[in-house]
């Protein structure tokens, strides 16, 4: 158990800089200054989810691993054990489309609080995860948290004359709605959309 103990804590601290890393590039490739995301997410939590599969012999098509779903925080580190399995998925214009995993890299997905804070410049990526009919897969998601007690709405950096597109929502209340309800694509995220 130490053992483990100590694998997971120099793992998450590393992809954690990684994830401080791809926040500054993504605010500068946005065009608003690199600190200003990494701020939001640097010191707060780190969420870890390992997902197990077990295969489905029968009918795998019929069955879901993972119900569609957005991510309730800003940036996912994914990674999966046996890169060869296909699992995930992801949505665009109305269609699922299967994300090869690369041996030693990872998936980096978009959630809620980028969108919102970057008034949709960044869009929270819809996936579920599929199974196989005979292999297992195992794939591990860290989830960059803001603080609990932010009030997550778009950033002045990133509106600059653009219209103010998300609603503002303590974030505490809308984990505790996100978890409460069922996972159901976008559903969550739609809800804070403003009227254009
Ligand atoms: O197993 C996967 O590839 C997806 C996992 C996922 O979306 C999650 O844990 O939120
Ligand atoms: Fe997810």
């Known amino acids: 158990m130490k053992f483990i103990r100590h694998s997971v804590d120099v793992y998450s601290s590393e992809a954690r800089q990684l994830a401080y890393r791809l926040l500054e590039f993504m605010a500068r490739g946005a065009g608003a200054e690199p600190a200003s995301l990494r701020a939001v ?38 990674r999966q054990k046996n890169y060869d399995v296909q699992g995930l998925q992801v949505k665009k214009d109305g269609k699922w489309f299967a994300v090869k995993a690369r041996e030693g890299a990872f998936i980096v997905n ?65 984990l505790k709605q996100f978890y409460t309800a069922k996972l159901d694509g976008r559903m969550h995220l739609e809800r804070l959309k403003l009227e254009q």
């Open 41 to 78: 997410f640097e010191g707060q939590t780190q969420g870890m989810r390992v997902n197990y599969y077990p295969p489905c012999r029968q009918q795998a098509d019929r069955v879901l691993g993972l119900t569609a779903h957005t991510d309730a925080c800003g940036l996912t580190l994914l």
């Open 110 to 174: 978009v959630g809620d609080v980028l969108e919102i804070m970057s008034n949709g410049k960044f869009k929270s990526v819809e996936h579920r995860a599929v199974i196989h009919p005979t292999k297992q897969r195992i794939s591990v998601a860290l989830f960059q948290h803001p603080c609990g007690d932010m009030v997550v709405g778009p950033l002045p950096e990133f509106m600059k004359g653009d219209k103010v597109r998300y609603r503002s929502t303590n974030y505490q209340d809308y």
